[in-house]
């Protein structure tokens, strides 16, 4: 198998790394100075899964021309506002890719991969891995789950090129699920993303280092993320979806789902307190974007729900309100 990463940063360079490590020809397409670290001395992964050096099956590149061969897989992994220039980017490669996917935190980049290569040749997915670009060559692994990654054909039929594709990660250590219904993983991924990042740039503001989970243990901390999670349900709902916890135990959208907000306030709460007690310190990407005053992914995160609503003439004050103020930072943002 092999499997082109446009867009090697965090993420896509945690996913390429473990692949490449299980055997699959990996090329990254990244930044110079990452490649170049990469070509020089091994990509190095740090994190969860201990500490590796992957030199073999693995080849980094700065730009998509010097991709060579054929690609069973391309994964799109650059951050949405990047998609359009990666993709004119990568145009080459169009004849010489099989099928695409992206693993990107948004819901309507199936559609964009269908307009780029064709919507037969577009696989659905989600994760939920955590990858963070620490140095050139040097990624953290710093969030897993049950079921890491989901894949599925678009129609809902099963396929061998996802069979194969979900086999590769779940030997590569990333335990990985075909599915029928690959776009509600999508949607209620983004829900729980979504709802992570906004809340946290919204009630934690720019100070770096401040704690998610403390600010969830706060009484007035924790009513507003139950807000905000119930106005993003309702919309999920009202798409005609029930939530499932498909990233559990790191999804509680059912509980927040079920319970009457009295009841889900004071779970936020103890959720809170017993990620505190774990050691728990990390931050959504947004978050990290806006301490770092670099342009979120707010359009992408943000958007489609906001967008749902509005098509739905839903009530969701708490959802776009957050989304207001997070439009209003992003326009000083780089
Ligand atoms: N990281 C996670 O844990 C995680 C988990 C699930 C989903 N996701 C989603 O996955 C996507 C990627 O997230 P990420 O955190 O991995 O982002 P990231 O660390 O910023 O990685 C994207 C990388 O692609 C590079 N890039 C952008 N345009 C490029 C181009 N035309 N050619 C070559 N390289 C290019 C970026 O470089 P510059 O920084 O120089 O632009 C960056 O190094 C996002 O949509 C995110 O929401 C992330």
Not at 165 to 191: D, H, R, S, Y
Not at 277 to 304: A, C, I, Q
Request: hydrophobic share 45%; charged share 20%.
């Amino acid at each position: 198998m092999r499997v082109l990463i446009l867009g090697a940063g965090g993420l896509g360079s945690v996913l390429g790394g473990y692949l490449a490590n299980t055997g699959v020809d990996v090329t990254l397409v990244g930044r110079p100075a990452h490649t170049e670290a990469i070509t020089r001395d091994g990509l190095r992964i740090t994190g969860r899964r201990g500490d590796l050096v992957i030199t073999d099956n693995l080849t980094a590149v700065d730009q998509t021309a010097k991709a060579t061969g054929h690609f069973d897989y391309l994964v799109l992994a650059v951050k949405g506002k990047d998609t359009a220039q990666a993709l004119a980017e990568a145009d080459g490669l169009r004849d010489v890719v099989s099928s695409a996917l992206s693993v990107q935190n948004t819901v309507e980049k199936d559609a964009t991969l269908a307009g780029w290569l064709g919507p037969d040749r577009v696989i659905g997915a989600s994760t939920i891995e955590g990858g963070t670009l620490l140095e050139p060559g040097l990624v953290r692994n710093h969030l897993t789950a049950e079921v890491t990654a989901y894949f599925g054909e678009l129609d809902g039929s099963c396929s061998a090129r996802v069979d194969d594709l979900t086999t590769a990660f779940t030997n590569a250590g990333l335990p990985a699920m075909a599915v029928g219904n690959i776009e509600q993983v999508e949607w209620e991924k983004l829900a729980q993303i979504a709802l992570a990042a906004a809340w946290s740039v919204t009630a934690l503001g720019a100070i770096p280092g401040a704690s998610v989970f403390e600010g969830m243990e706060v009484p007035e901390g924790a009513m507003y993320f139950v807000a905000l999670a119930k106005d993003l349900l309702a919309v999920y709902r009202a798409k005609g979806y029930e939530p499932m916890n498909f990233f559990a135990p790191l999804s509680r959208l059912k509980e927040l789902d079920a319970l009457p907000t009295d009841e889900a306030i004071k779970f936020v709460i103890g959720q809170g307190k017993v990620m505190r007690e774990k050691g728990n310190t990390g931050h959504p990407s947004m978050y990290e974007d806006v301490v770092r005053g670099r342009k979120t992914e707010v359009d992408f995160m943000l958007g489609p729900y906001v967008a749902a609503a509005e098509e739905l003439a839903m009530d969701v004050p708490t959802l776009r309100v957050a989304y207001q103020i997070i439009k209003t930072v992003d326009g000083f943002l780089a």
